[in-house]
């Protein structure tokens, strides 16, 4: 187990570009999902996958954004025309389901900061 | 929107049990209650998690008050390791947690 593994784990862009993360969950968890932090915040929902299948977005996860779980395994979260306000921490989670009572493993997180 | 309240930051010497509150008060009867921590520049990592009943493991302790309004993690010997932010979470059926802003537990030597 080696757990949830993000990449890269800091990024630095500049203003208009398109960045994208990477999310490789515990093996075998069917569950994934995406957070954003911004400093002095808690962890804010994004969107989940089941497997392959995206099953909620949130409003937060504005048209620039796009997130891909192709094969079932690794998730990809793109960010398109980046801005300042993009900046903060993209957390990573998987879990083997989602019933209730079901607890999430955390990756360490990708830092995005927009000059 | 988070369903907890949580004191801001708390204080703890070093080896002391740390109690970290939690208010509740809407918590429906299908919803956990869940703690995660979150130490500095990593991901949150579960502590625990109960229903209705009292909860130990190798971390901590979960006390959940008898009407499930309120609970309490306890942290029986706290290290300076043990300095994060604690989050209480309340959930149940909803496929996600939401978290609040959590509390800033200081160890101090």
Not at chain 1, 34 to 47: A, K, S
Not at chain 2, 30 to 45: A, F, K, M, T
Request: proline letters at 4%; hydrophobic letters at 30%; glycine letters at 8%.
């Amino acid at each position: 187990d080696t757990g949830v593994s993000q990449d890269p784990r800091h990024k630095i862009t500049k203003r208009g570009q398109n960045v994208t993360f990477r999310c490789d969950p515990i093996s075998e968890h069917n569950r994934l999902y995406w957070y954003r932090q911004t400093l002095g915040q808690g962890p804010e929902f994004l969107t989940y996958f089941q497997n392959e299948a995206q099953l909620e977005k949130s409003r937060l996860l504005s048209d620039r954004f796009s997130a891909e779980r192709p094969k079932g395994s690794f998730s990809t979260l793109e960010i398109q025309r980046t801005e300042q306000g993009d900046s903060a921490m993209y957390l990573c989670a998987s879990s083997l389901s989602r019933v209730s009572g079901e607890k999430l493993f955390f990756g360490s997180g990708t830092q995005l900061s927009v000059l | 929107d988070a369903k907890t309240t949580q004191p801001t930051s708390m204080d703890c010497a070093e080896g002391r049990a740390a109690n970290l509150p939690c208010n509740h008060s809407t918590i429906s009867g299908n919803e956990y209650v869940y703690w995660y921590r979150q130490i500095h520049s990593q991901g949150p990592q579960y502590i625990i998690h109960g229903l209705k009943n009292n909860e130990t493991n190798e971390m901590a302790s979960l006390i959940i008050t008898e009407d499930r309004k309120s609970s309490t993690l306890i942290l029986p010997h706290a290290t300076l390791r043990d300095t994060a932010v604690y989050y209480c979470i309340v959930e149940g059926g909803s496929e996600k947690l939401v978290f609040g802003k959590g509390t800033k537990l200081t160890v101090n030597p």
